[in-house]
């Protein structure tokens, strides 16, 4: 039984040497695992400002995109508005070469066209007001 005591002894022994090891905290193992507050946090604001940089990116772009067909919509209703005065345009000079000058309507009309640059304008002009 001597050897086994032995044994015992050595375990025990060895056992004790590594608790009393855990139960003493190492200074350097401790330091290494705490992260130091200002990496950690330039860290944080790093993602952070990417982050905000990349929303920033994507608003903008969603801006442009906006802006360019509020453009695109401006510039179709411009051509509306030249396509309905060629037809308006087209329609006044049918009107003026149908127009009697001597009828009551035909002189009416060279009365209210004294005020505008052509008589073409003011029919435009009358035939708008009239639709």
């Keep these: 039984m001597d050897a086994i005591d032995k044994l015992l002894a050595q ?4 056992y004790d040497e590594a608790k009393s090891e855990e ?8 330091k ?3 992260p130091t507050p200002p ?3 330039s860290l ?3 993602l952070l400002s990417e982050v905000k940089a990349d929303f920033a ?3 903008a772009a969603i801006e442009l995109q906006k802006q360019q067909e509020l453009e695109q919509e401006l510039i179709r209703q411009q051509q509306i508005k030249a396509q309905q005065l060629e037809a308006l345009k087209k329609q006044a000079k049918e009107w003026l070469d149908k127009l009697d000058p001597f ?3 035909g002189l009416w009309f060279e009365r209210f066209s004294e005020s505008y ?4 304008e003011a029919a435009i002009e009358y035939l708008q007001n009239n639709e």
């Design 23 to 30: 139960q003493q905290p190492k200074p350097n193992v401790v």
């Design 103 to 105: 009828s009551p309507e």
């Design 32 to 34: 290494s695992f705490v």
């Design 39 to 41: 990496k950690s946090l």
């Design 11 to 14: 375990i025990k022994a060895e």
């Design 44 to 46: 944080i604001d790093n």
């Design 117 to 120: 640059p052509s008589k073409l």
């Design 57 to 59: 990116t994507q608003d």
